[in-house]
């Protein structure tokens, strides 16, 4: 006679062995994606359009001047200037950009200040305060945390130059700058963002554009409808990618990697911005993000040795899961560089990365620059107060 309390006592665990190899299968692919990737040929560009560089910022941040004054050191043989832009006369940044002019006279490069505020989303207030009266062939803009090599705008020239190319964007690794909080984001970037982003271009699955760099002529930005057209977005990068798509070009993703500076300098930052950027991607897909669990391993590893009451075989799948986090990590550094990941490390930052995953799930409110709004299906950002009683504050 079928048992049905002992089939009751062992689907758990199958479930969880199974989604565990499957896991496991995937860190392997992705190992090797990342490999791939990696060694993509690099296009060298044929012309030397007039580049202009947006950078918005907001306030004080760890390594600030350092990372911007990586654009004062391109080796691109046109001509470019960089216009930096701040909301308000009070805002710290405006020093740092002090110093850069008087340290690189000879960059071109001007300060926006202006508080004309254009829709929910402060970045894109910014830049479309910034792009007033640019004159330049290719537009580049970039969050003010990214840091960029000697050759990053003559590899992003080269990859425009494609066929049907309509815009290139860059993925990036983390670098941490603010101490242990840093460390554990920059880890969820290098471990889960970078490998799992690549599958995704390898499969056909995804389809990105990242705030890390987005660069496209002045013509196709004039056609999408300027940075006005993305102003309420909170995935204004995203909204800019689809955008271009729809004008039947390409968003291509440039063969390397860009920096980021973590400056998480606490639970709570690092937190409420990986809520804020996961709740966003399961708003926009909503799909791809259920089957997004399938890529936490170790934490799926540690449900199924516990199942089995931390048996041989449970501790075995365990090992294997461990192992395979390590080939992802191994294969990340080795293609872009980056530091070691502590052993003790590796797996805690797996299963913050799990239980952000399923808090995701809870809402789609989220916390942007002190300020509370609710992601709204196509990724408008919504004041939190508005979202409830449909009138304003």
Not at 361 to 390: E, K
């Amino acid at each position: 006679m079928f048992d049905v309390s002992s089939l009751l006592d062992i689907w758990p665990l199958s479930v969880c062995m199974t989604l565990t190899l499957m896991s496991c299968g995937y860190a392997l692919f992705a190992g090797w994606a990342v490999r791939r990737f990696a060694a993509e040929p690099i296009a060298t560009p044929r012309t030397r359009p007039e580049i202009v560089v947006l950078k918005p910022l907001h306030g004080s941040e760890p390594r600030l001047g350092a990372t911007l004054a990586t654009l004062c050191h391109q080796d691109y043989a046109g001509s470019y200037s960089i216009v930096f832009g701040v909301s308000g006369d009070n805002d710290p940044a405006i020093n740092e950009v002090a110093k850069l002019q008087a340290r690189h006279p000879l960059v071109a490069m001007r300060l926006v200040v202006d508080s004309t505020r254009h829709g929910s989303n402060g970045k894109i207030s910014n830049l479309i305060n910034m792009a007033k009266g640019i004159t330049a062939e290719v537009v580049v803009f970039a969050d003010s945390d990214i840091a960029v090599e000697p050759n990053y705008l003559s590899r992003l020239v080269g990859a425009l130059e494609a066929p049907r190319v309509g815009a290139v964007t860059c993925l990036y690794r983390g670098r941490p700058v603010a101490g242990f909080w840093s460390r554990m984001t920059s880890a969820g970037i290098d471990q889960h963002f970078l490998p799992n982003a690549i599958v995704g271009i390898a499969l056909g699955l995804a389809r990105p554009c990242f705030g890390s760099t987005i660069a496209l002529r002045r013509e196709t930005l004039n056609a999408i409808g300027g940075f006005e057209r993305v102003a309420d977005k909170l995935a204004d990068d995203h909204a800019v990618g689809a955008a271009v798509q729809r004008l039947g070009l390409k968003v291509a993703v440039a063969p390397f990697v860009v920096e980021h500076n973590c400056c998480e300098d606490s639970l709570n930052a690092m937190w409420s911005h990986e809520l804020r950027w996961g709740r966003t991607i399961r708003t926009l897909a909503p799909a791809g993000y259920i089957g997004s669990g399938v890529t936490h391993a170790v934490p799926l590893a540690l449900l199924t040795a516990w199942l089995t009451e931390f048996s041989l075989s449970g501790l075995g799948v365990l090992a294997i899961a461990l192992a395979c986090r390590l080939w992802v990590e191994a294969s990340v550094r080795r293609s872009f560089g980056g530091s070691r990941v502590a052993l003790a490390l590796g797996p805690c930052r797996d299963i913050v990365s799990a239980l952000v995953y399923l808090s995701c799930f809870a809402s789609r409110s989220v916390t942007w620059r002190g300020s509370h709004f609710t992601v709204a299906r196509d990724s408008d950002l919504v004041p939190t107060l508005i979202a409830r009683t449909g009138s304003e504050p």
